[in-house]
């Protein structure tokens, strides 16, 4: 595989501005107690179906919010949203008696109306001066990551539900801390968190170590030896720091902590995180 040239970067602040770290996904231990509330429960109860879906837009929020804040700081530059060009309209969950449908992803209309400038791209490029790297298609080579069990997406064009448990539209974020090494952001990681970090490692070169893996592990709900297995090859790869967030559940970070002290440091929405 052809690396990719990455500069590097001498010191990196990120916020967490949306993240779901109450974690209504992973299921209590057995024989302890019932739990509703979940997503689960909610989906499966609920009354809404596709037709009454859409509306609200976190993505279009985060972009006047960003825009603002330059703004109030006399920037007037841009702000790019790099996204892959074969996005669903609905993604959802087929169940065996019908299909839960998630609200409906932004268009690139809505994006751009918000105040953000759409750059589309299926490739594995840099930005901001080959100061950040952002993936392709993360290959899928661990046979336990899988992708997300049961996920649908929405045509509208045939009106109907298709599978697409691999979402391959999914793609990471990465840059290089000068004296640390890679920090890899993760989207929910339905590659594998395990495939990402080794997709990012490839990219930039696996002469480069491993600083940190922040982001969603995509674990909540997955079994033990899913959980385990993932857990081992991370700490083949070294991190200095995992940071799981939404989607990653208790029961990773549990694991992750038992197998690697010291590395686990939590991640929560409004948190500054300077590396």
Not at 26 to 38: D, E
Not at 44 to 71: F, P, V, W
Not at 92 to 119: H, K, Q, R, Y
Not at 186 to 205: E, F, P, Q, R, Y
């Amino acid at each position: 595989m052809n690396t990719l040239k990455l500069q590097e970067v001498d010191s990196l602040e990120a916020t967490v501005i949306i993240d779901n770290e109450l974690d209504p996904l992973s299921p209590p231990a057995p024989n302890t107690v019932q739990i509703t509330g979940t997503l689960g429960t909610i989906g499966l109860n609920s009354r809404h179906n596709l037709t009454d879906r859409g509306g609200a837009c976190g993505l279009c929020r985060a972009i006047r919010m960003i825009k603002n804040a330059k703004q109030s700081h006399g920037r007037s530059d841009d702000l790019v949203i790099d996204l892959h060009p074969d996005r669903p309209v609905y993604r959802g969950i087929a169940l065996p008696e019908n299909i839960i449908s998630l609200e409906a992803d932004p268009t690139f209309d809505e994006l751009t109306d918000a105040g953000a400038i759409v750059n589309k791209s299926n490739e594995a490029h840099t930005v901001l001066d080959d100061m950040f790297l952002i993936s392709g298609e993360i290959p899928r080579l661990t046979p336990y990551e899988t992708g997300l069990k049961n996920a649908v997406r929405y045509d509208p064009e045939e009106d109907d539900w298709y599978s697409d448990e691999l979402i391959a539209d999914e793609r990471f974020l990465a840059c290089n801390i000068k004296g640390k090494g890679i920090v890899v952001f993760t989207g929910c990681s339905h590659a594998g968190v395990v495939n990402t970090t080794k997709n990012a490692l490839d990219l930039i070169g696996n002469d480069v170590p491993l600083h940190a893996v922040v982001g969603g592990f995509h674990l909540a709900m997955s079994d033990d030896v899913q959980i385990q297995s993932t857990v081992a090859d991370l700490k083949r790869l070294d991190p200095a720091v995992l940071m799981p967030g939404h989607c990653s559940g208790w029961r990773a970070k549990f694991a992750i902590e038992k197998s690697m002290p010291g590395t686990l440091v939590p991640c929560t929405v409004g948190i500054k995180i300077t590396f």
